[in-house]
């Protein structure tokens, strides 16, 4: 089992920058595949970035390509994301997942297995 909490969400302007945490319970954390997913009101739950567990391999939407930089401490059991020039359609609830099966990109939600409560980022104009 991984119990997951996000933080770092808050009201920011357009052009700038949050970072995102994602504590992680568990003693196995370092062997976890990471990623971030984001719902916006009225719309589906969309990926956002994925990380496999030693780090070496990341993988970003479109969307934020460029912008957004994914990582994990397993030292901190922590994953992040860096967010930067930010837009006021990045507005969502960002959610931290986490999987022990995943081996290559996984963009639909339902492949997850661990899902944060998540936190929620307001980016105005």
């Known amino acids: 089992q991984v119990q997951l909490v996000e933080s770092g969400g808050g009201l920011v302007q357009a052009g700038g920058s949050l970072r995102l945490s994602c504590a992680a319970s568990?003693?196995?954390?370092?062997?976890?595949?990471m990623g971030w997913f984001r719902q916006a009101p009225g719309k589906e739950r969309e990926f956002v970035a994925q990380?496999?567990?030693?780090?070496?391999?990341?993988y970003y939407a479109d969307s934020v390509q460029g912008r957004s930089t994914i990582s994990k401490d397993n030292v901190k059991n922590t994953l992040y994301l860096q967010m930067n020039s930010l837009k006021p359609e990045d507005t969502a609830i960002y959610y931290c997942?986490?999987?022990?099966?995943?081996?290559?990109?996984?963009?639909?939600?339902?492949?997850?297995?661990?899902w944060g409560q998540g936190t929620q980022v307001t980016v105005s104009s």
């Open positions: 990380i496999t567990w030693s780090g070496s391999i990341k």
């Open positions: 997942t986490a999987d022990a099966g995943l081996y290559s990109l996984a963009t639909v939600p339902r492949t997850w297995d661990y």
């Open positions: 568990g003693r196995t954390f370092s062997s976890y595949t």
